[in-house]
């Protein structure tokens, strides 16, 4: 029995599913090509799962499904405008907007369950199906660009007409045929505000992001030091970055998402305060970032860009919190970047701390910053650095 797009629609509005368009399981001609050519350019650098190889399986939907015969492409909005960190003197970091609420890969998948069965109910027969959010089995954006779900911003985002980029996307794989939608024109027109908004110059040429200089790798995905040059450019960003996405007109008239799902339950969750999370403990940080993307970072990685944050504040009241992370923190990594922190914000107060931990530091990474530092100070704090603009 042939589905229409309506009825598809319907179903997917019954699900939780308001944004769906559908593509064909046909190849996507040069996908294969362009991802290879990004990975030997190194622009994937220290994503080692994205190889060569999952590049030609992403290229073609049926390599890993060969019955499939179309691919629903799924949104998930979460774009929030009233939430502002407090005015309460405390300084804190900012989360991404995507990973203030439940965590994205779970909700799509749960909600692709319901469609399928739903379609299931609809055509009276089982249908093969694969369910896929951000896997290294598919190019998510690609299907969604395919299908007319959205279209591809010179920051590499698919941007949802009246969602801007604050979607999250999904496929449901299918071996049931439904009539495809039509890609949507690219609008970015000369605009170019979130090439010249990108604090450390990841996004390199319209369309082409080098990972390895984002805030969102370095902060999510990286998992050792941060190369010194790029620690000043990151601002009070502790987990991901959104700046390319703030700066673009289209996502400035975002339609409200009304899903609970996507709302922080608690301040934690979008503007930590970045004392607590140099001392929250492993229970802290599991209790507090359950269910939620931040859990990704792990709680090192957490700290250890909470270090960078207080360093790019440049605040000395901050020393001793840094003082007590760099003698005392139970990670070498945390204890490295607070040392560089204070170093940053005050040399000369920092140096008998910086000397007292080299004489107890084993850890050789650790050491080699400590010694790094005594060596010479990072950059110190400019009146123009850090602190990155809020969102509207
Ligand atoms: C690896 C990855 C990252 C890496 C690299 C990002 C990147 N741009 O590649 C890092 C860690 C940096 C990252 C960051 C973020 N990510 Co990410 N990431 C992925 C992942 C796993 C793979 C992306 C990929 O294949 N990259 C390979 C490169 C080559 O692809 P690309 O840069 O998108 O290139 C496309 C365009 O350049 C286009 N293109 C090339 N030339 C031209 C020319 C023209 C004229 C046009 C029109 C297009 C075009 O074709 C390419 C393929 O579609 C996907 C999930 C998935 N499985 O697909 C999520 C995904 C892309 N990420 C997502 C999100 C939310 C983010 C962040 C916003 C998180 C944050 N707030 O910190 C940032 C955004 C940074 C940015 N501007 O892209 C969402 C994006 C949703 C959306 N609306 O687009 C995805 C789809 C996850 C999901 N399922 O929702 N991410
Ligand atoms: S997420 Fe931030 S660092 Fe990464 S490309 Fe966008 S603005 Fe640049
Ligand atoms: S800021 Fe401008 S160039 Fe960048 S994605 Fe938005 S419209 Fe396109």
């Avoid at 779970?106 to 469609?115: A, D, N, T």
């Avoid at 700290?303 to 000395?316: K, M």
Wanted: glycine share 6%; with cysteine; charged share 25%.
């Amino acid at each position: 029995m042939q589905l229409t797009r309506d009825e598809l629609r319907q179903l997917a509005a019954q699900a939780g599913l308001s944004l769906v368009a559908v593509t064909t399981a046909e190849p996507f001609p040069h996908l294969a090509d362009l991802l290879k050519a990004r990975i030997r350019a190194g622009y994937l650098r220290g994503m080692d799962w994205f190889d060569e190889r999952r590049a030609d399986i992403a290229a073609d939907p049926r390599n890993l499904h060969p019955t499939a015969r179309s691919i629903v492409s799924v949104a998930l909005p979460y774009w929030i405008p009233d939430i502002q960190p407090p005015n309460d003197g405390v300084a804190r970091g900012r989360i991404a907007r995507y990973a203030w609420g439940i965590d994205y890969h779970r909700v799509l998948r749960e909600r692709m369950r319901r469609l399928h069965a739903l379609l299931e109910a609809r055509v009276g027969r089982t249908l093969e199906a694969r369910f896929l959010v951000d896997t290294a089995r598919i190019v998510d954006r690609e299907v969604a660009a395919r299908s007319g779900l959205g279209w591809q911003g010179k920051n590499t985002m698919i941007l949802v007409p009246r969602h801007g980029s604050w979607v999250l996307l999904g496929e449901l794989v299918l071996d049931i045929e439904i009539d495809p939608d039509q890609p949507l024109r690219p609008r970015c027109g000369r605009c170019q505000r979130c090439l010249d908004a990108c604090p450390t110059g990841a996004l390199v040429a319209p369309y082409e992001l080098y990972a390895p200089r984002c805030i969102s790798y370095l902060t999510i995905e990286h998992r050792g030091p941060i190369p010194w040059e790029l620690r000043p450019l990151m601002g009070n960003w502790v987990f991901g970055c959104d700046v390319c996405q703030e700066v673009c007109p289209y996502t400035s008239a975002a339609l409200p998402a009304d899903d609970p799902i996507v709302r922080p339950e608690r301040i934690e969750h979008c503007f930590p305060s970045l004392e607590w999370l140099l001392r929250m403990s492993e229970e802290e940080f599991r209790v507090v970032y359950q269910r939620r993307p931040v859990l990704r970072a792990k709680r090192a990685g957490l700290a250890r860009n909470a270090a960078v944050a207080l360093g790019n504040i440049g605040d000395s009241r901050h020393l001793a919190v840094l003082e007590e992370t760099v003698l005392a923190h139970d990670q070498p990594l945390v204890r490295s970047h607070a040392a560089w922190a204070m170093a940053r914000i005050d040399y000369s107060a920092s140096l008998p701390v910086l000397r007292t931990a080299l004489q107890h530091e084993t850890d050789p990474l650790a050491r080699t910053e400590l010694q790094q530092l005594l060596d010479a100070p990072p950059e110190p704090v400019s009146q123009s650095s850090a602190v990155l603009p809020r969102s509207r």
